[in-house]
């Protein structure tokens, strides 16, 4: 805050007229946009970032041009990440989890590379059609100097005399003191208040559940979801339970069908180790919390786990029962069971316990142009009681990801806690169901459908 207040101060000794300042200008032209954005794609900040780079064009062009209207997320992983034409958005999270690093990079490029520009660009949250926008005055000027070259001459009858002069330069010198004075005490009042907010920061429901998960003193592993399982799953067209999963039965050689082409042979699955670049993303942000700084905390492969590395510590397990099997050590305390029908190839949430107004099963399902996909949430306690677990849970990728956004949401998952009577000390034990839906491979939009509390 202090450091932002110093820049509106040497902001506000520049010359009025400085194009580089933010002014409420006129509508821009499309020059204008166009120099803007050549001036991002060949900034620092973008140098190394082809594809975002390459995004940010993208979507740029084609507003710029008129064409803002066939921005969506289909045609952005088709131009831009050279996806096939008829590949699945709701499936392949690689736009989503894309657009939310260039938002931050564009935010990093004009807070820090460009602080001055008159325009700025934003991608609204909710879809991928950027805006030009006049960045907002900040600076109010104090004064305006003397441009340089300009002639300092007095007309003979505006001058004063040698006592006038230095009556005017001592006035001027302790309006310029008192200036400075008060500009350090706003400063010093700044920081006391900024300071003050700091420790005082009104603590929100996703700090509790980010508390009892990373807890000091206790590990916290993170697993995410196992793509080579999936895949194998996908070529079987069978779901692997967990106890097959922890032997590695489920790979010897008699268990492939002959119709699997080459090269996925039992060998080449116990060989290949993978995993979603959604998962990995939500691990980076869950690593990232403030409350993670103080925990020990561990990414680990799912097939490389065992039972023994949970016992006595926190987990977060990513995926539904399908790409994570170590989900089934909860299935007993769990109502919501997520998985994926491989003959009929769609994704789906079983209600074991249906309450008034719920529906026994929830299945992946395009209704008038609208793509519905599922995601749970679950809060519960650990291995045989000991420590806490968190399932990011998901009939896709884009259920996945919605239950991976939900509790980053302060807002909305405030408004969820208050639901389910979480205090600033308590947070009960919970699984939430939730649906997101899109249109047109615009990003999805995530409400909660329904939620059970969980008994400890």
């Known amino acids: 805050m202090i450091s932002s207040l110093v820049k509106v101060i040497e902001v506000g000794q520049t010359r009025r007229h400085d194009p580089h300042l933010a002014t409420d200008s006129a509508p821009q032209t499309a020059e204008e946009r166009q120099a803007l954005l050549s001036s991002v794609l060949e900034s620092r900040t973008f140098a190394k970032s082809t594809k975002l780079a390459q995004f940010l064009k993208y979507i740029c062009t084609q507003t710029i041009e008129g064409n803002a209207k066939e921005i969506n997320e289909q045609q952005i992983g088709i131009h831009v990440f050279a996806r096939s034409p008829m590949y699945s958005a709701s499936d392949d999270s690689i736009v989503r989890t894309q657009a939310r690093l260039l938002r931050q990079r564009l935010e990093e490029y004009f807070e820090h590379e460009a602080p001055n520009t008159a325009l700025i660009i934003t991608i609204p949250k909710g879809g991928y059609v950027p805006v030009f926008e006049p960045r907002s005055q900040r600076a109010v000027r104090i004064d305006e100097p003397r441009v340089e070259g300009e002639s300092t001459a007095v007309p003979d009858h505006l001058a004063t005399s040698a006592h006038e002069k230095a009556a005017d330069y001592r006035i001027g010198s302790n309006l310029s003191l008192s200036i400075a004075l008060a500009v350090a005490a706003v400063l010093l009042m700044v920081g006391v208040v900024y300071a003050w907010r700091a420790t005082h920061r009104e603590i929100s429901a996703s700090d509790i559940l980010w508390a009892r998960i990373f807890k000091e003193g206790r590990p916290v592993l993170i697993v995410p979801s196992d793509d080579a399982l999936v895949l194998f799953e996908e070529q079987t067209k069978t779901t692997i339970p967990l106890d097959e999963y922890l032997s590695g039965s489920y790979l010897d050689k008699g268990n492939l069908p002959a119709s699997v082409a080459l090269p996925f042979t039992s060998d080449w699955f116990a060989a290949h180790q ?143 806690a208050r639901q389910i009577g979480a205090t600033s000390q308590r947070m009960a034990y919970f699984e939430a169901l939730l649906e997101t839906t899109s249109v047109g491979g615009n990003a999805p939009e995530v409400h909660v459908l329904t939620y059970h509390l969980i008994r400890p």
Do not use: C
Request: zero cysteines; charged letters at 20%; a negative charge.
């Open 274 to 416: 993978y995993t979603s670049t959604a998962d990995l993303n939500l691990a980076l942000r869950l690593g990232r919390l403030p409350a993670a700084r103080s925990a020990q905390v561990e990414t680990h492969y799912a097939r490389g786990l065992r039972i023994d590395d949970l016992k006595g510590a926190n987990v977060i397990l990513i995926g539904g029962l399908g790409a994570n099997p170590w989900i089934g050590l909860f299935s007993q305390r769990l109502n919501f069971e997520v998985n994926y029908d491989w003959k009929s190839k769609e994704g789906y949430v079983l209600n074991r316990h249906p309450q008034k107004g719920e529906a026994a099963i929830y299945r992946d399902r395009a209704i008038d142009g609208f793509q519905h996909s599922y995601g749970v949430l679950a809060f519960l306690p650990g291995i045989e009681d000991e420590g806490e677990a968190l399932l990011f849970e998901g009939t896709g990728m884009a259920g996945t990801e919605s239950a991976s956004d939900f509790p980053f949401d302060s807002a909305a998952f405030t408004s969820f």
